[in-house]
């Protein structure tokens, strides 16, 4: 036992020591102050405001170096864009600006839709005497003022006394007409002038059906009302000749072709007007109204 010698033991399950790290020449370690004796930041001045002249604006910041909002007196103020409230304006580029929902700003005034309730009209309602004249004479302007009113009135008079007197303008009816008695003959004139008031409406609902297809905005009321006039008052030339002269007269053959034509012009005029279309669409909606009243009146075959 004396021959052995005591000495420490080593743990060969601990790892090695790792030698310390050497910092860089010219870097010291940081020392930290014992606990509750760190010192505070160093608290930094709020940078004063330019002097007259200077240019930009200061920045905030607080002690730790966020950046703080100017203050509210310093802020951009509130942009009114026509009751948009509560919208910044900011004109710089590269910024937008925040506008009301359903603003326009870039608008430069209303539009006229025809048909659209808020729009307003072109002018005072017509009379019906100053109606009908203005279809003849000036017709253009006529259908400008009338397009957002309704004509139910003049339009189903002035039919109704058409189809009365259309009877007479073809040979074979007005034969039919004559020989029958009186009892018997009233009743078949009323049934006309009932029929040409149904024929106009139905015409005239296919003409601003056919309008609204293409693109037309236009109310219903006023283009049947205004073409039930103009097929009335542009047949009404060849129907005065043909109750005297009878409807197979040459005559009357070539003033009904002459008064189609016309007819055809103020159809397209009324298109036109009333749904703020161009011409070659207002001509094509009329189309089949055109060639119903040259196949049904103008040649006689109703």
């Known amino acids: 036992m004396a021959g052995f010698r005591i000495g420490r033991g080593r743990d060969n399950n601990r790892a090695p020591q790792q030698p310390p790290r050497q910092q860089p020449y010219g870097q010291q370690q940081p020392q930290q102050a014992p606990y509750g004796q760190q010192p505070y930041p160093p608290q930094q001045q709020w ?16 002690p730790y170096g966020q950046q703080q909002p100017p203050p509210r007196a310093q802020q951009q103020p509130p942009y009114d864009h026509g009751g948009g409230g ?11 600006q925040v506008f009301a929902f359903g603003e326009d700003p870039y608008s430069q005034g209303a539009t006229y839709h025809a ?17 009908l004249r203005g279809i003849v004479m000036r017709p253009g302007p006529t259908f400008l003022q009338m397009r957002d009113y309704a004509v139910w009135g003049p339009a189903l008079i002035v039919t109704f006394v058409y189809g009365l007197l259309a009877v007479f303008g073809l040979d074979d009816a007005r034969k039919d007409v004559m020989k029958a008695t009186l009892a018997n003959a009233v009743p078949v ?36 009302g205004l073409s039930m006039l103009v097929m009335s008052i542009t047949d009404a030339p060849r129907l005065l000749f043909a109750v005297f002269l009878g409807g197979n007269n040459m005559f009357v053959q070539v003033l009904g072709w002459a008064t189609w034509v016309a007819a055809g012009a103020l159809f397209t005029s009324l298109v036109s007007k009333s749904h703020d279309l161009p011409w070659p669409k207002a001509l094509g909606a009329s189309a089949i109204q055109l060639v119903a009243v040259l196949s049904l009146i103008k040649l006689g075959t109703l």
């Open 115 to 131: 048909g659209a309730a808020a729009a307003a009209p072109m002018g005072p309602r017509l009379p019906w005497k100053e109606l």
């Open 47 to 62: 940078p004063q405001q330019p002097a007259a002249g200077g240019h930009g604006e200061p920045e905030y910041f607080d």
């Open 189 to 224: 004139v009323l049934s006309a002038g009932v029929a040409f008031v149904v024929f106009g409406l139905i015409l005239g609902a296919v003409t601003h059906t056919l309008a609204r297809q293409l693109g037309g905005d236009g109310a219903w009321q006023p283009t049947v």
């Open 86 to 96: 509560g919208s910044y304006a900011n004109d710089n580029p590269g910024h937008t």
